[in-house]
């Protein structure tokens, strides 16, 4: 405990405005701790409240009933999420090239049908989200270092190339489906 604060006796219950004293005394103590203050910003205590609060003050432009720098922050993490899906869908997808091209004898309709349904999901999020468009080189080569990482469950990660093997391009040609090498 810090100097200068005072224990409270007894268990309490944090509430906007102060502390409760729940022995029953019904005393109201000022807040002490500095956390506390958490309790009292609606959007760290209640998000759902918060964001309905806060569309309905968008839609009526009442913008002096706007919290800017946390609408602000979750506009952003939307963009990131939509990011983060795509790099996600790419990483499934190379994960399952990968498998289909080194580990041929194990090939399935469940891998087929992976890489069949990544391809089309990774076109609709980019329809649904063409400003991603930018960036799909970018994440596509983030995706594979994941993609190898999580297929070293099945073989070992030196078994994988150390660079991506597929372009863009070849991932999301319905008509690619990667071949071994042919042995020496």
């Known amino acids: 405990m810090d100097p200068g604060q005072r224990k409270l006796p007894g268990p309490r219950i944090a509430k ?15 807040p002490i701790y500095a956390s506390l203050q958490l309790m009292s910003d609606p959007y ?9 609060q806060q569309a309905d003050a968008l839609r009526r432009r009442s913008a002096n009933e706007v919290d800017w720098d946390n609408v602000a922050e979750e506009i952003e993490s939307v963009g990131k999420s939509q990011s983060s899906e795509l790099r996600s869908r790419y990483a499934v997808l190379l994960l399952h090239l990968l498998k289909w091209l080194f580990q041929p004898e194990r090939r399935s309709r469940s891998w087929d049908t992976s890489i069949r349904v990544q391809r089309r999901a990774i076109e609709d999020h980019l329809g649904d989200n063409p400003g991603l468009k930018s960036r799909r ?3 596509f080569g983030r995706a594979f270092f994941e993609a190898r990482l999580i297929a070293a469950g099945d073989l070992p990660v030196e078994m994988y190339p150390e660079t991506n093997p597929f372009t863009l391009a070849e991932a999301m040609d ?8 042919a042995a020496k």
Do not use: I, N, S
Not at 16 to 30: A, Y
């Open 16 to 30: 906007p405005g102060g502390l409760v004293d729940t022995r029953g005394e019904g005393k109201t103590r000022t």
């Open 44 to 52: 760290e205590r209640d998000t759902y409240t918060w964001a309905m």
């Open 174 to 181: 319905d008509g690619f489906w990667p071949e071994p090498p």
């Open 137 to 139: 080189d970018q994440l």
